[in-house]
């Protein structure tokens, strides 16, 4: 392998400078991205067109040599493939699902449907991969089944709530969404890597905050079922879990369970701690706050981290993704500080 | 001493039954609490008025003959004594502090000021203790400084990210910023105290998800330094603190930093784990949705709780507040699962 990212990835060895991307790295910070995404007239519009969708994947990498590009995509694409409404104004809405025991028949999948909405992230992923370096990686992502079910079971800033109300309720109709979700992601998964994809990366936006007994239900042994689907597809598949707020004792449960490759660490946890465990390999965890403010706060941040990880395979990244108030010449301050001169 | 909830709140021993209340237990799932409610006015002008502070107070207690009372107040009229504006349209908007660096000038304290907003509560201590059986503790509280200046950073979803931001970019605002809520919410839990209050709360309700080393510097420390301030001036003073969403290491370093008599526990931490260390009272931890849910989701969470903690001194509690939507009868059922047959 000639990639960074990848032999890191793989727990090779520790590398100095760590290979680094950045969560949601194609995005409103670049103006390059900005005319794109005004092209594309939409969010949703970007996400269906794959050459648009390329373009944006690979802005990033051109302006800051990054180690890895991620596809641009959604976690909700898998959610509109089911059938289920979904629009955005200022972030997702969702109609949510009603009757709560009808929920997941109304979602039985329609292999037309399925590939209709999918395709465009394969083909921008083909497209992707033909465009970039032999040296940096692409990746490829999904949503977790909880996250997908909480936006799944009601809009808005009570989401979690009604997700967490229907599964003290309701657990078998809870554990059958959540048992095809599992199904969904896998596929979805297995089809990006069949596109091109060379790791992938499941993000469990709203993973944190469950009481333990629903985190090992709902985070834990799904993810578990889907890296062992994955795999079985596609061989010793590299797959980095962010099950994003989770306790330190819930992220060494979430990689000794799911046997994740890598474990992308968002910034509450101390990653000292981490490190001194034999756990998978880390990927984090700058709070994306101190890339905005810059200066001491970046500076501290960034020495923090490497110093933490000195001894440990290590991807560098961000605990969050980066905002869209994030000035650029802090990331390139970012990318200096983590790679050292050149 | 001769309530069940001081005596556990010492650390005397474990007891069961367990003493109960719960966070926002005068609140709008009780139709009592809608009706005077609706009598002040607003949310503020019942903070305000003593009588009907002190009635609703005291309206659970009679209901569901909790072991203790607390006051009804927000932690936001600290803020508002120091003259910063805030108004409440479903839940606080406060103007943020700008510019940043003359923010805390601005919030010089007015003596006369101060007096006129937090005498109400003051005197609804009074009004309720009197009112209260003497085996009925009665709680007061306080927000902390990290939470009050969140709000104060900048009001709606981001006002989180606004108080991290200005902490990296301007550390010494912020910590004078900090410094001088310290000095006013110990003088606010002091009051209480003198009012009648037997216990006070600390609530810091956004300290989740701060990195390490930002939650050491304001939410640990500056908690520490409000505990030392108030025994100083109320020896031995029983003080709870809640650091909502805190890992566990947060927590265990959190008490043994503070040495605050009880730590309030939200419904993400294992109980068993924490219970298991030479750690303060603890408090806590039912998901508020399993007592909306009831049924199964409502019993086994109980039982986990009394279980997890039935070697140490346990004070039940929710893991945060209760809400609106809860059925009353679900928490006559709680109080019932907690104490057994009488």
Known sequence: ??????????GKKARS????WMMRQAGRYLPEYREVRAK?????GLCGNPELAAEVTLQP????????????????????ALGHPVTFVEGPKLAPLEPVSEAVAVLERDPVRWRTVLAPAYDALALARSGLAQDKALIGFAGAPWTLATYMAGGGNDEQKAARLWAYRDPDSFDALI?????????HLIGQFEAG???VQIFDSWAGGLPPVLFDRYVVKPTAAIVEKVRAAVPEAPIIGFPRGSSLEGLLEYAEATGVSGLSVDPAIDLGLLAATDGPVLQGNLDPLALIAGGAALRDGVEAI???TRHVPFIF???????????????????KLVRGPR
Do not use: W, Y
């Open 197 to 199: 994809a060379q790791a």
């Open 40 to 44: 594309a007239g939409s969010f949703l």
């Open 1 to 10: 392998m000639v990639s960074l990212f990848l032999d890191v990835l793989a």
């Open 306 to 308: 490497l110093k933490a």
């Open 17 to 20: 400078p760590a290979p680094i």
């Open 317 to 335: 990244n961000l605990g969050h993704g980066i905002l869209p108030t994030t000035p650029i010449d802090h990331v390139d301050e970012l990318v």
């Open 61 to 80: 990498i051109r302006r800051f040599d990054f180690d890895a590009a991620i596809i641009f995509s959604d976690i909700l694409t898998v959610v509109m």
């Open 179 to 187: 048992a095809l979700l599992v199904d969904c992601v896998s596929q």
